[in-house]
């Protein structure tokens, strides 16, 4: 592979490092929004755990209470009372029942109380707070809990050490812990899975194809290839494929309209000289005596003269951009006269000319860019009407023109096959709207071009069965104001600051 392919296949590949991945980081933040919900389950469930404990104890002493207190009279052995306070792991269990309360059974009286616990009298904060306190600093305390005895309206109390209940919530806490771990790591990994599927992966796609296509625009296979799904994603990879084929097209028109202007360029330097060469015999026919000789020479001249100002703005401008329109007052007639002779249109032709333009009709207008135009429009319509062989066919070009208020409508029709689709498509694109076969479009375009420079509208109509139908629209070069000056040329005078009367000629 050559070095340009190498830099190109680098290109494409996102050279992150997998850590700083879009999918390493979502891997990494689905663990850990899932730790934290387990963790937001975690703190509840060991408070829950440890006074769940502690009611199952006095539940417990409870049940013994109602041995013990069945024989009032008879003293407990005290062997009986270790084995029961062993078995719940009490110091002492007391009674209290009707306002009277009985110790039941009692080992060694602690010294002091570090904790007092109601089963069912604690706020879930309080409960939290001691869960965590009996956690990291219990072990060596001592609880005094109490707790109502069944639906009899008694309590019962029990003091103990929390060296148990801290050992039973320790195994409770890793258990937990182990578990919460396993279900995050399995959470994360099928939510991991399932949005790298959904999402991540046609995410890196369009990556890749952006930084394929920003280093080689021109390769089709640059161009993503949508996936059949109706989602955003979806929608973003076709518009991306549509706006990479969209940009593709406009490359390509920009590249072969470069090629064009280089190749103009070169043509030109010596269309010059032969037209200088041209001109001079173009002269010298102009002082022959003949009739047909002094008939023709002037228009000669005019065409001549024409060729040698289009090439002299290539070399001047050497843009894709027209001059701005240098307007005047023009006698459409004369223009359009001139565009009839220079389509080269004989009497016996096949096609016909047709021209119905009042004589005083006069428009505001740059005289050779409004030949330009007409003359690209004419020429289409001839050109395209030629192609059919079939002397039964009307083959006819007309021209017309009316004036209403400040903009004059130019109406240029044919009766020719009209425009393929692919050509109003792209009307007035060039290389894209040409209407015949080995056509460039660039008449059109050029038109188009130059009747918006003037702030007029060049418009195809759909009003024809047959034939094609083009309409110009030129409005009059608005009139420019002063609050302080005469402009004698225009017809302007400006009596004051906001006062102007305006005239025409």
Not at 282 to 306: C, M, S, W, Y
Not at 394 to 413: D, H, L, Q
Request: proline share 5%.
């Amino acid at each position: 592979m050559s070095e340009s392919g190498d830099n190109t296949e680098n290109t494409a590949r996102p050279g992150a490092r997998p850590r700083r991945r879009l999918s390493a980081k979502l891997l990494w933040l689905t663990i850990l929004f899932v730790l934290i919900a387990e963790v937001l389950i975690f703190v509840p469930s060991v408070a829950n755990f440890r006074i769940t404990w502690l009611e199952q104890r006095l539940n417990t002493a409870a049940a013994a209470s109602v041995l013990i207190t069945a024989d009032t009279a008879a003293e407990l052995p005290q062997q009986v009372q270790d084995d029961v306070l062993m078995a719940i792991g009490a110091q002492t269990i007391a009674l209290r029942m009707d306002d009277q309360s009985r110790l039941l059974v009692v080992s060694d009286m602690p010294e002091a109380i570090d904790q007092h616990v109601d089963v069912i009298a604690f706020t879930p904060a309080d409960a939290i707070r001691d869960a965590f306190a009996t956690l990291f600093f219990g072990g060596d305390q001592t609880l005094r809990v109490t707790g109502p005895v069944g639906q009899s309206g008694g309590r019962i109390e029990m003091v103990m050490p929390d060296d148990y209940l801290r050992a039973a919530m320790l195994t409770y806490a890793r258990n937990v812990a182990i578990l919460s771990l396993l279900i995050s790591l399995i959470t994360a990994t099928l939510v991991f899975l399932a949005i790298n599927r959904i999402m991540i992966r046609p995410i890196e796609k369009m990556t890749a194809s952006m930084l394929r296509f920003a280093a080689d625009p021109s390769d089709p296979g640059a161009v993503i290839e949508p996936e059949n799904r109706s989602d955003e994603l979806g929608l973003a990879e076709r518009e991306l494929a549509g706006m990479q084929s969209q940009l593709q097209s406009t490359l390509r028109s920009q590249k072969r309209l470069a090629d064009l202007g280089l190749a103009v360029s070169k043509i030109n330097h010596d269309m010059r000289n032969i037209l200088a060469s041209a001109q001079l015999i173009g002269d010298r026919l102009a002082e022959t005596k003949d009739p047909t000789v002094q008939r023709f020479a002037p228009k000669l001249v005019r065409a001549i003269d024409r060729a040698a100002a289009y090439t002299s703005d290539v070399v001047s401008y050497g843009k894709a951009q027209e001059k701005d329109p240098v307007r005047r007052r023009v006698r459409l007639s004369r223009v359009i006269g001139d565009v009839e002779e220079l389509l080269g249109l004989e009497p016996g032709d096949q096609v016909q000319f047709s021209a119905n333009i009042p004589d005083d009709l006069e428009i505001d207008a740059d005289p050779e860019q409004l030949f330009r135009v007409t003359m690209n429009l004419c020429r289409n319509a001839v050109q395209a009407m030629r192609g059919d062989d079939d002397p039964a066919t009307v083959k006819r070009v007309s021209v017309s023109a009316v004036r209403m208020g400040t903009t004059t409508i130019i109406s240029i029709e044919d009766t020719g096959p009209g425009l393929p689709a692919k050509a109003r498509e792209h009307l007035f694109s060039p290389f894209s709207g040409a209407a015949r076969q080995g056509g460039t479009g660039l008449g059109l375009a050029i038109a188009h071009e130059l009747v918006t420079a003037h702030g007029g509208t060049l418009e195809l109509r759909d009003d024809r069965a047959v034939g094609t139908h083009f309409e110009i629209r030129l409005p009059d070069a608005p009139v420019s104001l002063s609050g302080h000056a005469r402009q004698v040329g225009s017809g302007v005078k400006a009596t004051g600051p906001g006062e102007a009367t305006a005239s025409r000629r």
